[in-house]
């Protein structure tokens, strides 16, 4: 898509690095590229299965209804 991003890794920073990429654009053909109409709502949705999971995978014990009260 041509939007090369500088380099997030443990050389750089000296700590372990997590990358996770959520698609948000589609390339429809001939240099056109398109996003659905509701964007916002699936970025929104990605962020919070993201955080819901690195919470519940760093936090033993931790259950889903703890991280609803959390970030409420």
């Known amino acids: 898509m041509g939007n090369d ?4 890794s443990r050389r750089l920073l000296g700590v372990p690095v997590l ?5 948000t654009v589609v390339d429809a053909g001939d240099g056109l590229i398109v996003t ?5 709502q699936y970025v ?12 519940l995978a760093f936090h033993a014990g931790l259950t889903v209804t703890d991280v609803d009260m959390l970030v409420g």
Do not use: Q
């Open 19 to 23: 990358a996770v990429g959520v698609p």
């Open 44 to 55: 929104r949705d990605a962020g919070r299965l993201i955080g819901y999971g690195l919470n």
């Open 36 to 40: 659905p109409r509701s964007i916002d």
């Open 5 to 8: 991003r500088a380099e997030l």
